[in-house]
Nanobody, 125 residues
């Protein structure tokens, strides 16, 4: 129904920056919340940052002041600007989007909660 494709991960030294992008495609009627999560080896997936359709943002305490989430509604894309990266930021980063898609009659719509395939971010010390 809705596909998410992430890009922008890679290897960077501590203190460096990366920008992640996630583009949504499909029979989208609306994208309400978009978010970035991450999962490091041996750890649970955690929320990094989220943004609503009106632009309200929320951040994990560990990334406040260093990461910025933004979105381009015209392009159905969410971004994560990551500055002052630390080795503990190393993880696979996943994009998540929730909203409405075109669906079969009689309703003509349905809800989705989609995830991207993940992009690796590695920060070396």
């Amino acid at each position: 129904q809705v596909q998410l494709v992430e890009s922008g991960g890679g290897l960077v030294q501590a203190g460096g920056s990366l920008r992640l992008s996630c583009a949504a495609s499909g029979s989208i009627l609306s994208i309400n919340d978009m978010a970035w999560h991450r999962q490091a080896p041996g750890k649970q997936r955690e929320l990094v940052a989220s943004i609503t359709s009106s632009g309200r943002t929320n951040y994990a305490d560990s990334v406040k002041g260093r990461f910025t989430i933004s979105r381009d509604n015209a392009k159905n894309t969410v971004y994560l600007q990551m500055n002052s990266l630390k080795p503990e930021d190393s993880a696979v980063y996943y994009c998540n989007a929730r909203g409405l898609v075109r669906g079969p009659a009689p309703a003509g719509w349905g809800r989705y909660d989609s995830w991207g395939q993940g992009t690796q971010v590695t920060v070396s010390s």
